[in-house]
């Protein structure tokens, strides 16, 4: 079983698989696996987190009514000026998976495609908070295709866009840039955990003020899947096909020796980290129980 979630038949998962992984989920925690050490791991929330009694309700500037002992120093010492954590007794737990997928992720060299990966891992969380039955809703954007369910009942709406987002034919589909126009659901995110898969590096200034906005009431955490080995192509003359057709690209030594896909990543890494968002990246080959293993040691899942 184990060997068929790491190297599926297919990177196309149908509604079986699915429903597998969800159910595997149930009983994540008796499988006893450690968590990966992910290749970037930055983050406020670095500590192994027990309980849920209090949350995060907002990250402020520091006032004269609030307790020194709820300074928050990482970001006061780079922002320049002392900021406070403000928390609230949490009544339930809430979940909302944000999922924005570009043509790229439909690629990979090692064991399945990154898309697959990522609906893996949707799949996962998803059934997980199910099993505990806590608040879950949904933001997803592949292909052409954009679609939100802030309060989750119909699971097998949420199991069939999973479905959807593994087939292949989504790549040949123009996707916007932005983040799942993600500045129309701000209001509604408040006390969630926020877990946010995708394989965008390049993030509009735009996006990152809207993160920059959810993080000060949220608890989020960004998680990056890349194949290391995409970045290690010999040289030679390539044929990829993209969303506009066939495109040929030429790798010469010095564009394998650069890296803008590294340097975007390390840029978005720093600045997600900056306002207290954590960043999670890992290869394609990791184990995707694992990765859901290193959530709940986190605390970002029960």
Known sequence: MLQRIQRPNSPELNKASIQELMLIARSLKKMGNKPP?????????????KGHGLELKELRTYQPTDEPRHIDWRVSARTGEPYTRVFEEEKEHSHVLITDLSPNAYFGTRDTFISTRYVQLAALIGGRVKHLRDKF?????????????????????????LVSM???DQRQKKVSNE???LDSFSKELRSKNIILLTDKV?????????????????QVTWINIEDTNA?????????????????????????SESNPYQNSKLQLQQELTS?????LSYDLVTPPLSIINALTHYGCLR
């Open 275 to 279: 306002f207290g968002a954590r960043f």
């Open 137 to 161: 809703g949904y933001i997803s954007q592949f292909g052409d295709e954009c679609m939100a369910d802030l309060a989750t009942r119909n699971w097998h709406t949420f199991q069939e866009s």
């Open 37 to 49: 050490k992910a290749r970037s791991e930055q983050g406020e929330h670095k500590i192994r987190i």
């Open 179 to 181: 983040l799942c126009a």
């Open 202 to 218: 390049q993030v509009k200034q735009t996006n990152i003020e809207w993160l920059k906005r959810i993080t000060k009431k949220n």
């Open 231 to 255: 970045s290690r192509l010999p040289t030679g003359t390539y044929h990829f096909m993209t969303s506009e057709g066939e495109s040929t690209r030429h790798i010469s030594n010095s564009q």
């Open 166 to 168: 593994s087939r292949l």
